[in-house]
Nanobody, 122 residues
Framework: QVQLVESGGGLVQAGGSLRLSCAAS????????MGWFRQAPRKEREFVAA????????FYADSVKGRFTISRDNAKNTVYLQMNSLKAEDTAVYYC???????????????WGQGTQVTVSS
């Protein structure tokens, strides 16, 4: 059974930084793409960033490009999201996902974590 566990969320002031981690268990992630999505209250889940299985290709939503960085450590079965210059509009529950089924930016991944709350105070 595949399990994804996010950590690193919390409360931060605008302009600050957070680093999210997503640890996978139950299977190796080295052969699959991974992504981060977020969902704010009363909004649909939206794509944030994704990374290919090798880590050579990364993809970002326009709203986070230049501020967020996705990376992965296949030896640790973990993907990261470094978030800098955070804004109030980045406030959301952040989810990691494994194995895209419909392209990296579509919320059609095979496996999802439970999410971690990120709150940015202005």
């Amino acid at each position: 059974q595949v399990q994804l566990v996010e950590s690193g969320g919390g409360l931060v002031q605008a302009g600050g930084s957070l680093r999210l981690s997503c640890a996978a268990s139950g299977r190796t992630v080295s052969s699959a793409g991974m992504g981060w999505f977020r969902q704010a209250p009363r909004k649909e889940r939206e794509f944030v960033a994704a990374i290919s299985w090798s880590g050579r290709s990364t993809f970002y939503a326009d709203s986070v490009k230049g501020r967020f960085t996705i990376s992965r450590d296949n030896a640790k079965n973990t993907v990261y999201l470094q978030m800098n210059s955070l804004k109030a509009e980045d406030t959301a529950v952040y989810y990691c996902a494994l194995e895209p089924r419909g392209g990296y930016s579509a919320p059609l991944y095979a496996y999802w974590g439970q999410g971690t709350q990120v709150t940015v105070s202005s």
